[in-house]
C-alpha cells in the first residue's frame, strides 16, 4: 500500500427508514471526495436528505468492471471513495464485489461500516432460531431452479433467509407449502417502514394470506430449520393449552 493513496469505504445505508443512517456514516459520505452509487438518482435523495453535497459517481452491475478501474486510479491519486448500494450494505446481494476484490488485489486500504441489513433485520424479528442460519440471497426466477433451492432450505438444520419479490411470493409459498405444510416461516416485509410486518405462521398458512392479500414492498422470507429447538413455542398449541 502506498502511503499517498486514498483509500475505499463500505457505507451502509438505511433499508427503508432514512433516520437509521449511522453518525459515522455519515461523516464518512460527507467526508469522501466521491461517493459510487448503484443508482444515483436513488442514493440522491438519502444525500440530499443529510444535505450531503459529496460528488456522485454510479456503480452498478453493468458498468462495475469499467467503473472499477476509474475508482482505484482516484484512490491512487489521494481520493477516498465510499462505496454505497440503494440499500442495506453493498456487495451483499448487491453490486461492489468486483470492486472491493480489484482493491484487495492492489494493496488499496479499505474499511468496512457496520450498519442496517434486512437479512439480520428479519432473522431477528422472525421467532425463529438464529444460533446458525443460511443466506440464500435472491430466489431464482425460474420456477424448476426456484423449486430446487426451495426444497433444499427445508432439508437444512439451519434458518434459512432469502429475498423474493412480492409478485412470486406467493409461488414460493405453494412450493413449500406442497411439501410440509407445517414449516415455520416469516414473512419480513417493509422492513423498518411505515407499514413494517412481521408474519410469522406454517407456510400454508402464510401462503393462503397472501392469496387474498396480495403482498406489496420488499420481502425477506425467513424459513424456519428442519428440527426446531425444544424452546421453540408452536402458538397453535400454547393457543389450544390454554384455552
Known amino acids: 500500500m502506498n502511503a499517498d493513496w486514498g483509500r475505499l469505504v463500505l457505507v451502509p445505508t438505511p433499508i427503508g427508514n432514512l433516520g437509521d443512517l449511522t453518525h459515522r456514516a455519515e461523516e464518512t459520505l460527507r467526508d469522501a ?26 456503480l452498478h452491475e453493468h ?53 442496517p441489513s434486512a437479512v439480520i433485520t428479519a432473522l431477528a424479528g422472525s421467532g425463529l432460531p438464529t444460533a446458525t442460519f443460511y443466506y ?13 433451492v426451495l426444497t433444499e432450505a427445508l432439508a437444512r438444520e439451519e ?6 419479490s412480492p409478485h412470486r411470493l ?43 392479500q396480495p403482498p406489496k414492498g420488499e420481502i425477506t422470507l425467513v424459513i424456519a430449520p428442519s428440527k426446531l429447538p425444544k424452546w421453540f413455542v408452536d402458538p397453535s398449541e400454547q393457543s389450544s393449552a390454554e384455552g
Not at 477516498?80 to 446481494?93: F, K, Q, R
Not at 440464500?136 to 430446487?148: D, V
Request: charged share 25%; with cysteine; net charge positive.
Open 136 to 148: 440464500g440471497g435472491f430466489l431464482p426466477n425460474k420456477s424448476g431452479q426456484r423449486q430446487r
Open 33 to 58: 471526495d466521491i461517493v459510487a452509487c448503484e443508482d444515483t438518482r436513488h442514493s440522491g435523495r438519502l444525500l440530499q436528505h443529510y444535505q450531503i453535497d459529496t460528488r456522485k459517481i454510479s
Open 63 to 115: 458498468n462495475e468492471a469499467m467503473r472499477s478501474a476509474a475508482l482505484i486510479e482516484e484512490i491512487k491519486q489521494g481520493k477516498t471513495v465510499a462505496l454505497i448500494s440503494d440499500a442495506g450494505s453493498p456487495t451483499i446481494s448487491d453490486p461492489g464485489q468486483r470492486f472491493v476484490q480489484r482493491c484487495f488485489a492492489e494493496g488499496i486500504s479499505y474499511d468496512v461500516l457496520p450498519g
Open 170 to 212: 406467493v409461488r414460493s409459498l405453494e412450493v413449500l407449502a406442497t411439501s410440509e405444510p407445517t414449516r415455520w416461516a416469516c414473512v419480513a416485509r417493509e422492513l423498518t417502514k411505515r407499514h413494517q410486518e412481521f408474519r410469522r405462521a406454517t407456510v400454508r398458512t402464510l401462503a393462503d394470506h397472501y392469496v387474498d
Open 159 to 164: 434458518t434459512c433467509v432469502y429475498f423474493e
